[in-house]
């Protein structure tokens, strides 16, 4: 029998449309069908396919800061770990009161909270590493991807490290349909941008980005040029002895990757319909247009999880076999055929947005958040 090794985490109000109000396990997926957030509804999956759960997720509806007159809203965050779950966990765990701190010290919600909230989150897990160094040293090559979304007054803030993606649903006038707007920068070696970028900052290592196997790795081991963990490539104390010899470089004295978020600010109008915010697995195998398509044309409850299912049957294609064989493979085998995927499907609702806070539902869900067995799997390398 398939069993994930990860329990959701659901608290709150608005949790109760569609009949799942802490969401279901169905063999390797999790999901939340539909709930209501502060400006309209949403809807979650999660896929595993590696030994431990490696990608995290939330949704935070509600006050975005301590203060009672302070900033209202919904926060998204998806965080796509790699080389274990330690990273994306503390993420998890950390991220969201890093930014309520930061938004009732300015009294407000702005780029500047966001940027301290992940360069401190950063902070804080560098500050575990050095504790945990000498009896756990692989947590220095443990990392994640962080992307995040917060609508606050009419405003949505997208911050992003790594390659995980959010696609804006947009219906234009005279379009029949709706069209696709990437929002997220991604920190990939495989954009040209991203090694353009290395090259500029490393102009004295002719090797901060290799081709692998027709793959652009940064030094040849990892795809993503920013996240949060990768402590071995931040910190040279890191990359010594006790950690496995295969992740060692020759000393650097400039931090090789970057917590550094890509921020991009967008006012919301009424043509812009939702937000898919999802892990690379998912884009691994869909189109931004074809994720848009499925969404726009299919009932809100349940959304996420078939966008999971639509992207699976792509992967099953790939290797020639059916999607209902590859839902008996286990965890772990899994990781050979898919990525673990996380969706998270925001609906923005004109009348929502407009609504007071006090009508505001406060909701926090996590998914993918818990323990269990088995080895991590091979980091995104």
Not at 79 to 100: A, C, I, M, Q
């Amino acid at each position: 029998m398939i069993k994930p090794c990860w329990k959701p985490y659901v608290e709150g109000d608005g949790v109760g449309r569609g009949g799942d109000s802490r969401g279901r396990v169905d063999g390797l997926m999790w999901y939340k069908d539909l709930g209501v957030h502060a400006n309209g509804e949403f809807s979650m999956g999660i896929i595993q396919a590696n030994n431990l759960m490696e990608d995290q997720s939330q949704l935070e509806s509600g006050p975005l800061s301590c203060l009672e007159s302070g900033p209202n809203g919904t926060f998204v965050g998806v965080y796509d770990g790699h080389g274990g779950p330690e990273t994306s966990r503390f993420v998890n765990n950390t991220l969201f009161s890093n930014l309520k701190k930061f938004a009732t010290e300015h009294q407000e919600m702005s780029a500047d909270v966001i940027r301290k909230a992940f360069l401190t989150t950063e902070e804080e897990f560098l500050s575990l590493v050095k504790q945990q160094w000498f009896e756990k040293p692989q947590i220095a090559s443990v990392g994640s991807c962080c992307l995040v979304g917060v609508i606050c007054s009419g405003l949505l803030y997208v911050a992003n490290a790594g390659d995980s993606r959010v696609v804006l649903g947009r219906a234009e006038k005279g379009a029949r349909g709706v069209t696709a707007i990437q929002l997220s920068m991604e920190h990939n070696a495989n954009n040209e941008s991203v090694r353009d970028e290395l090259r500029s900052l490393h102009p004295q290592d002719s090797q901060i980005v290799l081709l692998k196997h027709k793959v652009w790795r940064v030094k040849g081991i990892i795809q993503v040029s920013r996240s949060i963990g990768d402590a071995y490539l931040k910190k040279a104390e890191f990359n010594q002895s006790p950690l496995l010899a295969k992740f060692r470089l020759p000393s650097f004295s400039t931090p090789i990757l970057s917590a550094e978020p890509s921020i991009f600010i967008h006012r919301l109008t009424s043509k812009d319909q939702f937000l898919i915010f999802a892990s690379d697995g998912l884009w691994e195998h869909l189109s931004n247009q074809e994720a848009v398509d499925i969404v726009h044309s299919q009932p809100r409850n349940g959304i996420a999880r078939r966008l999971i299912k639509a992207a699976l049957r792509v992967a099953a294609k790939k290797r020639e076999m059916r999607y209902s064989d590859l839902k008996k493979i286990e965890r772990g085998v899994r990781r050979h055929f898919h990525d673990d995927i996380t969706v998270v499907v925001v609906f923005m609702d004109p009348y929502s947005m407009n609504r007071s806070s006090s009508q505001s539902p406060i909701l926090s869900i996590r998914g993918g958040g818990g323990g269990g067995g088995g080895m991590p799997a091979s980091p995104k390398r």
